[in-house]
Nanobody
């Protein structure tokens, strides 16, 4: 059974940077796209960024120009480089993978932006 393992969250000051990683382990099958979602307390989970196998990307308007999603197809790993972080970026960030058979979610990693 495949699973997603996330890393890279933490506490950072406003204007700082963090890089999240999500590696798919086990037999995951053919991947359509990989993505990052986030959920702040009291809010719905929202899409942050998405990247296809062909490396096409989409971003939420709130993170355009600050966040960059990338992936290593050979390693089934997706990254989220977050720059110029703002307090409103504080949330639990979840990795998401869509394959031909099913979807997978990571366990979530906390990102806190605070001085």
């Amino acid at each position: 059974q495949a699973q997603l393992v996330e890393s890279g969250g933490g506490l950072v000051q406003p204007g700082g940077s963090l890089r999240l990683s999500c590696a798919a382990s086990g037999t995951i099958g053919s991947i359509f796209f990989m993505a990052w979602f986030r959920q702040a307390p009291g809010n719905q989970r929202e899409l942050v960024a998405r990247i296809t196998t062909g490396l096409s990307t989409n971003y939420a308007d709130s993170v355009k120009g600050r966040f960059t999603i990338s992936r290593d197809n050979a390693k089934n790993t997706v990254y989220l480089q977050m720059n110029s972080l703002k307090p409103e970026d504080t949330a639990v960030y979840y990795c998401y993978v869509q394959t031909t058979l099913r979807t997978y979610w990571g366990q979530g990693t906390q990102v806190t932006v605070s001085s």
